[in-house]
């Protein structure tokens, strides 16, 4: 008798999902998102200490950037990151997705398309330049997602040189 890692189920009945930016009170939902979102994409564990200064980093200092989340019955489902990027051709901000990780038995469900859809209506209102993100090379599920809302790849390649 073979073992097999049971996939969690998708929520059956219509879920009503509401978008906010974070709070404080919600860093331990953030906090447990990243973590599983770093073994998901890269087997990697993160070392809680550090992702629970960084996440609480961000609520310090807005510069930083901002946490979205997504909640269904009081519960945060999903969270994303948006950082800032300045553009001197634009004379504005361009605003970066991270950080994008929705529970597994809310993934397909137009959660993350509800949230880009706050999140550019937000940067349309505050004249940001444009929405940028990156995705795994092999992520053709996200990359068909992000296809799916009229982003594309764009003209540039990203290269990336980490000390941590």
Request: aromatic share 12%.
């Amino acid at each position: 008798m073979t073992s097999k890692t049971a996939r969690p189920a998708r929520l059956s009945d219509p879920i009503m999902i509401s978008i906010r930016q974070a709070t404080p009170k919600d860093a331990p939902s953030i906090i447990d998102f990243q973590q599983k979102m770093a073994w998901e994409t890269e087997k990697m564990h993160l070392p809680p200490e550090t992702v629970t200064k960084g996440v609480h980093g961000v609520f310090e200092d807005s510069s930083r950037g901002e946490y979205f989340v997504a909640e269904s019955e009081g519960r945060a489902v999903a969270s994303l990151l948006i950082t800032y990027e300045w553009s001197d051709w634009r004379n504005c901000n361009v605003w970066w997705f991270q950080s994008v990780y929705v529970v597994p038995e809310y993934r397909r469900q137009g959660i993350f398309r509800k949230m880009y859809t706050h999140i550019r209506n937000l940067a349309e209102e505050q004249g940001i330049a444009g929405l940028r993100l990156y995705v795994e090379t092999k992520n053709e599920r996200a990359q068909k997602t992000y296809e799916a809302l009229g982003m594309g790849s764009g003209h540039y390649s990203f290269y990336e040189w980490m000390r941590k």
